[in-house]
């Protein structure tokens, strides 16, 4: 199972980006996905997870102003971030909960995608 995220980049205070994540292999099923970052310096931190019904949940601090998508038929995901803050600045991480063909149930985690909030 491959997690490739793509889509980050450099965007001004204010203004948003999407970030997209595409999984691939011989998958039976993916349960939860989600998206995590990362801060220099800092743990890495739960950002929105949505579940194979379509059920999100947001942390506080992007409530309101991100949202979790994805596609079950394309095994994609998707996560729109509007009114970008600096503090938003982080390596994009997705996650996806999979039952893979051949393999026990199991979490898996892409390579990351850098998102950087800066004027």
């Known amino acids: 199972v491959q997690l490739v995220e793509s889509g980050g980049g450099l965007v001004q205070p204010g203004g948003s980006l999407r970030v997209s994540c595409a999984a691939s292999?011989?998958?039976?099923?993916?349960?939860?996905m989600g998206w995590y970052r990362q801060a220099p310096g800092k743990q890495r931190e739960l950002v929105a997870t949505?579940?194979?019904?379509?059920?999100?949940k947001y942390a506080d601090s992007v409530k309101g102003r991100f949202t979790i998508s994805r596609d079950n038929a394309k095994k994609t995901m998707s996560l729109q971030m509007n009114s970008l803050k600096p503090e938003d600045t982080a390596v994009y991480y997705c996650?996806?909960?999979?039952?893979?063909?051949?393999?026990?149930?199991?979490?898996?985690w892409g390579q990351g995608t850098q998102v950087t909030v800066s004027s």
């Open positions: 949505i579940t194979s019904g379509g059920s999100t």
């Open positions: 292999g011989s998958i039976y099923m993916i349960y939860t």
């Open positions: 996650n996806a909960n999979v039952w893979a063909v051949g393999e026990i149930r199991n979490d898996y």
